[in-house]
């Protein structure tokens, strides 16, 4: 088993695509063993420099909004009225704390997806 680190992008690219040849290996076996050291190798790789960032606040809810089918009157209680809402949805008024806890608990939003530093109000 011949693996060596990813330490660049052209290594990253030969790893990807031995990847691709070794995907459905059987675990247990040789090319599953190798599969597994690889994807822990891409993984690592991939951490450290393709990192993607977290969507912002709005796209966050909206994409929530999508899953459960919820209605802008929905995140009323979350949020605030309706006009707090469109504001919140509009980019025009940031997310206060208070907001950020409601659709973290009530909506499972990630908080990662909540928070950031431009938009949070106190």
Do not use: C
Not at 36 to 54: F, G, M, R, S, T
Not at 80 to 99: A, F, T, Y
């Amino acid at each position: 088993m011949d693996i060596q680190p990813i330490k660049n992008e052209k290594d990253y690219d030969k790893a990807l695509a031995e990847v691709e040849m070794l995907w459905g290996a059987e675990i247990g076996t040789d090319n599953g063993d190798k599969l597994d050291i690889l994807l822990i190798l891409v993984e690592d790789y991939e951490n450290k420099h393709h990192q993607i960032a977290p969507p912002d606040p709005v796209s966050a809810i909206k994409f929530r909004m999508e899953q459960m089918n919820l209605t802008r009157k929905d995140l009323e209680p979350y949020i605030g009225g309706r006009g707090r809402v469109s504001e919140v949805l509009n980019h025009r008024r940031g997310l206060s704390i208070s907001m950020i806890r409601n659709l973290h608990i009530n909506l499972s939003i990630p908080l990662e997806s909540l928070i950031n530093e431009v938009q949070v109000n106190t």
